[in-house]
């Protein structure tokens, strides 16, 4: 059975680095889009970014540009989100994940998800 597995999250300042890692096993996801999405209490999930199945087209929502990186490993079957410059309203759960159509991921609609790693921020 397919599945993403998160890993990495954790409590840290504003200011800090942290990076998230994407562990998928039961199939092989080298055709995938694969992203990351957050999801703050009492909020709608949010698009944070996605990296195309080649890595050549890479995707940010705004409020992370600059600060957070995102990338893949096809070898482990892994997508990373280096997170730096983390500040307060970064906090959320963060959940990968992968869809064969990057407009769909992008846009919030994928054929897999990860449970998801809490991210805390504190000021």
């Known amino acids: 059975q397919a599945q993403l597995v998160e890993s990495g999250g954790g409590l840290v300042q504003a200011g800090d680095s942290l990076r998230l890692s994407c562990a998928a096993s039961?199939?092989?996801?080298?055709?995938?889009?694969m992203g990351w999405f957050r999801q703050a209490p009492g909020k709608e999930r949010e698009f944070v970014a996605a990296i195309s199945s080649s890595g050549g087209n890479i995707y940010y929502a705004d409020s992370v540009k600059g600060r957070f990186t995102i990338s893949r490993d096809k070898v482990k079957n892994t997508v990373y989100l280096q997170m730096n410059s983390l500040k307060p309203e970064d906090t959320a759960v963060y959940c990968c994940a992968a869809s064969l159509y990057t407009r769909a991921l992008v846009g919030g609609t994928s054929n897999y998800w990860g449970q998801g790693t809490q991210v805390t921020v504190s000021s």
């Open positions: 039961g199939r092989t996801f080298s055709t995938y889009t």
